[in-house]
């Protein structure tokens, strides 16, 4: 089992950059698939970003592709979302998500095991 700590959120002008951070504890974050998804007022929670497992790759939803940037420290046992460029459409809160298995797809939240509480960014125009 994995606990999954979010980190980095907060207020910022549209065009600025923020950094997530996803501290894990338990087992090592290299063991999983991790995403990122956010979830805006009144929407449906929808995929951000993921890492595949070992060798899988890195995996962006169009809307960000670009402008954000997964990583991962393994060392720190943390991953990590760089937002660049952000606009007041990123408004959201951002959960980080763990997977013990590659169900198929990284895009799909219900193929997830574990999310973190959270954390709410939001861009102002």
């Known amino acids: 089992q994995v606990q999954l700590v979010e980190s980095g959120g907060g207020l910022v002008q549209a065009g600025g950059s923020l950094r997530l951070s996803c501290a894990a504890s338990g087992r090592t974050l290299s063991s999983y698939v991790m995403g990122w998804f956010r979830q805006a007022p009144g929407k449906e929670r929808e995929f951000v970003s993921a890492?595949?497992?070992?060798?899988?790759?890195?995996y962006y939803a169009d809307s960000v592709k670009g402008r954000f940037t997964i990583s991962r420290d393994n060392a720190k046992n943390t991953v990590y979302l760089q937002m660049n460029s952000l606009k007041p459409e990123d408004t959201a809160v951002y959960y980080c998500a763990a997977s013990s298995f590659f169900r198929g797809s990284v895009r799909r939240s219900h193929d997830y095991d574990y999310w973190g509480q959270g954390t709410q960014v939001t861009v102002s125009s």
């Open positions: 890492f595949g497992l070992s060798g899988m790759g890195t």
